[in-house]
């Protein structure tokens, strides 16, 4: 099965799915999520499949969103967020109906920080950090204000969207972003061992769990009609220039 932007394996019972722009540093671009959005509709009509896993090539989960061209970011995040679409690889991943973890081998930057919460779990190599750093360059992070407060408190998610600070795997794992962390040579080894354990329960019950637990997960429509209007911004396009051009930016007060 060939893709541009992803790579994807089946090991035994275990879907893997990994981001594969190398020279973007994996950056999330509109045709990748495309590709994950038809790689999620693969695994989950594919009975043999009872786990799904996210990663990323080499030793970087991504660097977030890919805004080398607007229109098309703009696109990407309307279609993430359409909670109305049956396309949107955003809502696919998140309603999974299988158990999903995200094997974290490296930095995890602004959406590529989001698409790991996506997951129902993440797993994190000890060289991986995590930074949900759109503000800093004048955008935001959509999915990260709808779930971020539920993962770690209100006050530590506007900490870390406000500040766009970069925080290493063990402080991840000691605020409740991340579930473990390991070496970075065991990390796959660690993501199939929670595979173990959790092949032992039923598939049927672990569904119904997640759903549950998941519920309420709403406010995708109001996050992307925010990140349309913040894209098209005076903050927006200076945000991009900052960082093109190596410098902090200027931001206009409002």
Same mark, same amino acid.
Request: with cysteine.
């Given at each position: 099965?060939?893709?541009?932007?992803?790579?994807?394996?089946?090991?035994? *019972?275990?879907?893997? $799915?990994?981001?594969?722009?190398?020279?973007?540093?994996?950056?999330?671009?509109?045709?990748?999520?495309?590709?994950?959005?038809?790689?999620?509709?693969?695994?989950? =009509?594919?009975?043999? $499949?009872?786990?799904?896993?996210?990663?990323?090539?080499?030793?970087?989960?991504?660097?977030?969103?890919?805004?080398?061209?607007? =229109?098309?970011?703009?696109?990407?995040?309307?279609?993430?967020? *359409?909670?109305?679409?049956?396309?949107?690889? $955003?809502?696919?991943?998140?309603?999974?109906?299988?158990?999903?973890?995200?094997?974290?081998?490296?930095?995890?930057?602004?959406?590529?920080?989001?698409?790991?919460?996506?997951?129902? @779990?993440?797993?994190?190599?000890?060289?991986?950090?995590?930074?949900?750093?759109?503000?800093?360059?004048?955008?935001?992070?959509?999915?990260? @204000?709808?779930?971020?407060?539920?993962?770690?408190?209100?006050?530590?998610?506007?900490?870390?969207? @406000?500040?766009?600070?970069?925080?290493?795997?063990?402080?991840?794992?000691?605020?409740?972003?991340?579930?473990?962390? $390991?070496?970075?040579?065991?990390?796959?080894?660690?993501?199939?061992?929670?595979?173990?354990?959790?092949?032992?329960?039923?598939?049927?019950?672990?569904?119904?769990?997640?759903?549950?637990?998941?519920?309420?997960?709403?406010?995708?429509?109001?996050?992307?009609?925010?990140? =349309?209007?913040?894209?098209?911004?005076? *903050?927006?396009?200076?945000?991009? @220039?900052?960082?093109? =051009?190596?410098?902090?930016?200027?931001?206009?007060?409002?």
């Amino acid at each position: 099965m060939n893709f541009e932007n992803i790579l994807y394996e089946k090991r035994e *019972d275990t879907a893997i $799915v990994r981001f594969n722009r190398p020279k973007m540093k994996n950056a999330i671009s509109l045709e990748l999520t495309e590709e994950v959005g038809k790689v999620l509709d693969i695994a989950a =009509e594919d009975s043999d $499949v009872r786990f799904l896993v996210l990663t990323g090539h080499d030793k970087i989960f991504s660097s977030g969103a890919d805004f080398s061209n607007p =229109e098309k970011a703009i696109t990407m995040i309307r279609q993430e967020f *359409d909670a109305g679409s049956g396309s949107s690889p $955003v809502i696919k991943l998140i309603n999974f109906p299988k158990p999903t973890i995200a094997a974290v081998n490296g930095y995890a930057l602004g959406h590529g920080a989001e698409y790991a919460i996506m997951c129902d @779990m993440i797993i994190a190599s000890d060289t991986a950090d995590f930074g949900f750093i759109g503000p800093i360059r004048g955008v935001t992070c959509p999915y990260a @204000m709808i779930r971020l407060a539920d993962e770690v408190g209100r006050a530590k998610a506007k900490e870390l969207i @406000m500040t766009c600070e970069r925080i290493p795997a063990e402080e991840a794992l000691r605020i409740g972003l991340v579930n473990q962390v $390991v070496p970075h040579d065991e990390l796959m080894d660690a993501v199939f061992a929670m595979i173990a354990k959790l092949r032992k329960a039923g598939p049927i019950a672990t569904r119904y769990s997640k759903e549950v637990i998941n519920r309420g997960l709403g406010g995708y429509e109001i996050s992307a009609r925010i990140f =349309e209007e913040i894209i098209t911004s005076k *903050d927006a396009f200076e945000g991009a @220039m900052a960082f093109l =051009e190596k410098r902090e930016p200027v931001w206009e007060l409002q």
